[in-house]
């Protein structure tokens, strides 16, 4: 079977309403493995596999189970592999929150993204703190996760703003990425060169 009928399947899976309301479907699912594959530290793959569905789905076997963890590991690896090019990441969506954000595709992205670091939250946000939450910013707008806080909330009112910083969401994953991953005697991004 082709990756492109997996995925297509995988999509069918995630995006089916018999899984647990706090399952994630594709696209946040796809936010979340790109969140995984740029976290500073390696998530288990049981565990990360387990939050993404919340509890266990209804498989119709073993093979099903089987199938669809296996995509979304290579999908995951894929997503590696695409952050670690020199191109930015594309994104399985538009990068624009619409007319309606709350039910826009690029939310349920981003709201994925949050869940992936959420999962190893203090390791992001260990060394690099303020480069990181700079960096993050655009996703955490986008999710719409936080806009109970003041400083959201004000950014949100900024609508040209707000879409500004949603259309630099694959370069800022790129430079994420980097920023943890680089090897100590690359220059870092930058973006975040301490003048």
């Not at 699912?29 to 500073?40: D, K, N, Q, V």
């Not at 509890?55 to 995509?71: G, H, L, R, S, V």
């Amino acid at each position: 079977m082709s990756f492109a009928a997996k995925l297509e399947r995988l999509q069918q899976f995630l995006d089916a309403d018999d899984l647990h309301d706090e399952a994630l479907d594709y696209l946040a699912g796809h936010g979340y493995l790109t969140a995984l594959c740029i976290s500073p530290v390696e998530v288990p793959e049981d565990e990360w596999v387990a939050e993404l569905f919340a509890e266990e789905p209804n498989y119709q076997d073993e093979q099903e189970q089987a199938d669809i963890e296996e995509t979304l590991v290579e999908l995951k690896a894929r997503i590696a592999r695409e952050l670690a090019s020199d191109e930015d990441i594309e994104l399985p969506c538009e990068l624009s929150l619409g007319d309606e954000p709350d039910e826009s595709d690029l939310r349920s992205w981003c709201i994925g993204f949050m869940e992936g670091v959420f999962l190893r939250e203090e390791d992001w946000f260990d060394n690099e703190e303020e480069a990181v939450s700079e960096l993050l910013l655009p996703v955490m707008v986008g999710s719409g996760l936080f806009e109970d806080q003041p400083e959201f909330a004000e950014i949100a009112r900024d609508q040209e703003m707000v879409e500004d910083m949603l259309a630099h969401i694959p370069e800022v994953l790129t430079q994420l990425f980097l920023l943890f991953h680089a090897p100590e005697d690359k220059p870092k991004p930058a973006l975040l060169s301490r003048h």
